[in-house]
């Protein structure tokens, strides 16, 4: 399981604060709010909630403030993976359309929602709140890339683009960098998805100029940095990996998503004593399934299987919650429980929910992923085509594709796949990158490959 996996995947591309603060009337400097002068050395998200929280006192039915809250509360949860600022978020959303929902005064609020419930994987939701934000004011460009995402993470991947082309700079004369910002991020994720990887890439670069430019909040510039680092990473360019992700770390120090990628890009390249270092850092700062399972691969690598299996545990612990919770790690642990063959058919099921919600080509992925471990070869290569029919440039699934093939003893498409998911990364994961160079030597040297067996694990001959 490599960390595009962890809501990022694809997966989510959308940096929701350069949303957030440009609806909400924030402005895009990192400076903070009306009252920092009176609170030193205190967070500036933390700040901000503070601040609108004291105007709200004063004068709760001031929609507008509502806005301003929620986007405080997103920039909050996207700084500390607590998702739970967002419901916070959607609380005064909520609030402020009750104040304000029928003109053209309530599109921000419609718009900031749809971000909200994209990271709350209502989708379709999502979708619905873009939409009415663009039916009150055409003109809200920053519901568009919220309706584009939602349409990307369904899977309508037309219907994404129309979306996000119309992200374009009015013809006034003055630079709107904003738009520009948000047209190259949310671009980057359906070029990749395409398997235009260069584009993708030139893509976040001139967002991360434009970041720069716009004096966004650390963390926007951070998580851009921090993607173009993984697609970097998905090429099997680890230096240029590396170079991003460092610069990640020096704008938003502790950044998990950046930790954990170095963590990723240290166990690659099997210095597994200080991917663990960065796996432990990342997990400290939020406990991700994703984190925690990586972790626990690199001790299985290691040779310390108990330490492994306190790491997978916890990881299936964690599963137990989110199912309690609501929490939206379904297609994170189906991808866990086949990758580990631990609870199959748990693993099976959570990847068919996930594609009520959504039929994108990573969730065929893993549901094609799921079948086969459960031993339904036929059906994971329906799913297979359909995980592959972007031309999406991605080493792990062609690795599950090269398996399902092997599984239905097509050696020649087995041998294909394999072959390419080692020519995109080498090292695209800590344990599966090897285990692929070792079926494809087989299939070569000796004519046979790949078995599954009655636990639908892969053997190399």
């Given amino acids: 399981m490599t960390h595009t996996d962890m809501n990022v995947k694809g997966r989510l591309w959308w940096p929701a604060l350069a949303v957030f603060a440009a609806c909400s009337g924030l402005g895009w400097s990192q400076g903070t709010s009306a009252s920092a002068g009176a609170v030193k050395h205190v967070d500036p998200a933390d700040q901000r909630i503070w ?24 920039q909050k949860a996207r700084e500390t993976g607590d998702i739970s600022y967002f419901e ?5 959303l909520n609030q402020s359309l009750k104040l304000e929902s029928t003109h053209t005064d309530a599109a921000p609020a419609y718009t900031q929602l749809a971000t909200v419930h994209l990271a709350e994987h209502k989708f379709s939701e999502a979708g619905e ?11 809200e460009m920053f519901a568009y890339p919220s309706a584009g995402d939602a ?17 374009t700079e009015p013809r006034d004369g003055r630079p709107h960098l904003g738009i520009a910002f948000l047209a190259a991020s949310h671009g980057a994720g359906l070029d990749w998805i395409r398997g235009d990887t260069a584009q993708a890439t030139a893509d976040l670069e001139k967002a991360i100029q434009l970041a720069k430019e716009l004096h966004l909040p650390a963390e926007n510039l951070a998580w851009t940095q921090f993607m173009l680092g993984e697609q970097f990473f998905q090429m099997g360019d680890l230096v240029s990996a590396e170079r991003e992700e460092m610069a990640s770390l020096s704008a938003f120090p502790r950044y998990h998503r950046a930790l954990a990628a170095m963590g990723q890009i240290r166990a690659s390249q099997g210095r597994y004593p200080e991917a663990i270092s960065f796996y432990k850092d990342a997990v400290s700062i939020i406990p991700l399934p994703i984190y925690i399972a990586a972790l626990g691969d690199v001790h299985a690598v290691s040779g310390d299987k108990a330490e492994a299996e306190k790491e997978y545990s916890l990881v299936e612990y964690i599963g137990k919650l989110s199912a309690i919770n609501k929490q939206v790690f379904n297609r994170e642990l189906a991808l866990f429980y086949a990758d580990h063959d631990r609870k199959l058919a748990d693993g099976l099921v959570l990847a068919q929910k996930e594609l009520e919600v959504r039929h994108d080509v990573y969730t065929s992925d893993a549901l094609a992923w799921a079948l086969l471990k459960n031993r339904q070869a036929a059906k994971a290569k329906e799913e297979m085509e359909k995980a592959l029919r972007m031309g999406t440039q991605d080493a792990l699934m062609e690795y599950h594709a090269g398996l399902i093939y092997g599984a239905l003893g097509d050696t020649a498409q087995e041998s294909a796949h394999l072959k390419r998911a080692l020519a995109i990364n080498p090292g695209f994961h800590v344990i599966f990158a090897g285990q692929a160079a070792k079926m494809l030597a087989g299939l070569e040297g000796h004519g046979t490959g790949a078995t599954v067996t009655a636990a639908g694990v892969a053997d190399a001959h």
């Fill in 151 to 167: 349409e990307l993470e369904m899977g309508n991947y037309a219907a994404s683009r129309k979306y996000y082309e119309q992200l």
């Fill in 129 to 139: 709140d873009a939409a009415k934000a663009i039916a009150l004011e055409p003109s």
């Fill in 88 to 92: 916070l978020a959607e609380t005064a």
């Fill in 51 to 74: 601040f609108y929280q004291a105007q709200l006192k004063r004068d709760p039915d001031y929609w507008m403030n509502y806005n301003r809250l929620a986007s405080a509360y997103a």
